[in-house]
């Protein structure tokens, strides 16, 4: 079988909808990715769909019957938690069911409401995704557990709180034409060192945002897609992940995150590509030191250059290496169990033309997609060619 | 009201430490890990057995929270460290010094203190 195609997105606007229902937020991203698609709904095989604390926010488990109603579908669905990784995991199992004739159309797609129970009561559900026993009960956030790993980068190879402001800075101007973005702002690399601290070294414009939203993608073998006409130019062309201890004290390293770089070295290998090769990446910036160390795991930097990739303007839009156009999850928002395939969606947008900031990079052939779960200890990493 | 089942060898470990007899399980290669651990994750050995936990680590990171979850309400701001113990790591809260004086590679002792927010106890380190 060849490489799935990417038929259709659809992405709700990312922000603070607390009144919206998570079935209401996925129906919406979802009959979008299958109008873009061309796909009729009886033609899809299976819906994989990522959620992360459905049960705390909504009181909702059992996800998966549930959005494949809300979208009119009719066909198994299954729900696929890796924390924040959860999409992308979905992704990478219909990318392997395509591949190997299990199915011809896979819905894929992710959503999650969170503003609805306030911030203390999402940053205690986000803390989940941590060791309950050693690190949760030590204090550890999720903020708090990113704070660990900034300060023991900063000790091992340097860097500084303004580098990190830099790809703050960044991810906020690649937002201010993306309509789906939470933060459409632009900022100073002054106004985040002088915001207030959450856990330090990182202050409030190195976190994400709590965010309400969904995205869905129609996947589609290549042959599918060739048959039914469908306009469909790029392939997921190779797929990875990767696992690690879950807690931080387990782990040898705490400036490195080696679930990603197996994650892309599969994913890589899958695509027959290298690091040389990528010309525009989405990576899980769920705080500005974790842009850093999936860049730095992706190949695209050595170890301990990362940190200065922003400062110098190599990853922002006018750079060699465009990181984040969609605004990353700093600024486009960060909806939990959507983020996986809201990234995926971009990296087609942005290599099929349609993304808003497509034109930064014009030839574009290569992008790859990183999403991470807690502190990286689960990664996928996907590779997504044009390929017409 | 029904009381809470404890955690297993978790709240036994607890337990330990506060008796002053804290401990780790190691594998017969020598990789370290905290208790429940029937396998070592690290090379699949099942030979582990529990040894003395050294009497002091140093810290490796560590981050003063301001933002915290209502468990930690009345703690914040509050620092969370990692300290290295030669054979393991552990996760603690760092008391006995001001948050602004934490320091990486500060030497620390292990004890059992409490929550402040739901006096729940909790793994605390201070300075040696
Ligand atoms: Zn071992």
Redesign the pocket.
């Known amino acids: 079988m060849s490489d799935p195609r990417v038929a259709g997105a659809g992405v709700t606007a990312f922000g603070k909808h607390p009144e919206r229902t998570g079935r209401d937020l996925f129906a919406e991203a979802g009959l979008e990715a299958l109008d873009a698609s061309g796909v009729a709904p009886e033609d899809v095989d299976a819906l994989y769909y990522g959620n992360f604390m459905g049960e705390l926010a909504e009181h909702q488990g059992h996800q998966g019957p549930l959005m494949a109603e809300a979208i009119g579908v009719d066909a198994p669905a299954t729900r696929f938690e890796a924390a924040c990784a959860s999409a992308g995991a979905a992704v990478r199992s219909a990318v392997r069911d395509l591949r190997n004739g299990e199915a011809e159309v896979v819905v894929v797609g992710g959503a999650e409401r969170m503003t609805n129970i306030g911030t203390a009561a999402a940053t205690d559900a986000l803390a989940i995704a941590a060791d309950d026993l050693y690190e949760v009960r030590a204090g550890m956030t999720f903020p708090g557990a990113y704070a660990l790993m900034a300060r023991s980068y900063f000790d091992q190879y340097g860097g500084s709180r303004e580098d990190l402001a830099h790809i703050a800075v960044k991810n906020h101007e690649h937002a201010l034409v993306n309509d789906h973005a939470q933060i459409q702002k632009e900022i100073t690399v002054e106004d985040a060192i002088e915001a207030p601290t959450i856990a330090s070294p990182l202050g409030l414009y190195d976190s994400c945002p709590i965010t309400d939203g969904a995205a869905a993608a129609v996947l589609t073998t290549a042959e599918y897609a060739a048959d039914h006409g469908l306009d469909a130019p790029v392939a997921v062309t190779g797929t990875g992940q990767g696992g690690d201890n879950l807690a931080l004290q387990d782990r040898p390293h705490l400036a490195q995150t080696p679930a990603a770089d197996k994650a892309a070295e599969e994913a890589y290998a899958d695509a027959g590509v290298g690091p040389d090769d990528v010309d525009v990446a989405e990576v899980h910036d769920c705080f500005t030191i974790a842009e850093v160390l999936a860049i730095e795991s992706l190949g695209l930097y050595e170890r301990g250059e990362g940190i200065h990739a922003a400062t110098n303007g190599e990853t922002d839009r006018h750079g060699d290496l465009p990181v984040n156009l969609s605004g990353g999850l700093k600024a486009k928002g960060h909806p939990v169990g959507a983020t996986g395939v809201a990234q995926l969606a971009t990296v087609a947008w942005v290599l099929d033309g349609s993304h808003p900031r497509a034109d930064a990079v014009p030839d574009g052939t290569v992008g790859v997609a990183h999403n991470a779960g807690g502190t990286v200890a689960s990664t996928t990493v996907h590779v997504l060619e044009v390929r017409e | 009201m029904t009381e809470p089942a404890p955690d297993g060898e978790y709240d036994e470990w607890l337990d330990a430490i506060e008796a002053d007899e804290g401990y780790y399980v ?6 370290g ?1 905290l208790p429940p651990r029937r396998v ?6 099942r030979e582990l057995t529990a040894e003395p936990l050294p009497d002091s680590g140093e810290i490796v990171t560590h981050s003063t929270i301001t933002v915290a979850t209502p468990q930690f309400e009345d703690d914040a701001p509050y620092v969370t460290a990692i300290a290295d113990f030669g054979p393991v790591s552990v996760t603690g809260l760092v008391r006995g010094v001001d948050p602004e004086e934490v320091e990486m590679g500060a030497v620390v002792g292990v004890e059992v203190g409490e929550r402040e927010t739901t006096g729940d106890r909790a793994v605390v380190f201070r300075p040696r």
Do not use: V
């Open positions: 190691e594998c017969a290669n020598g990789h890990w070592c994750p690290e090379c699949g050995s």
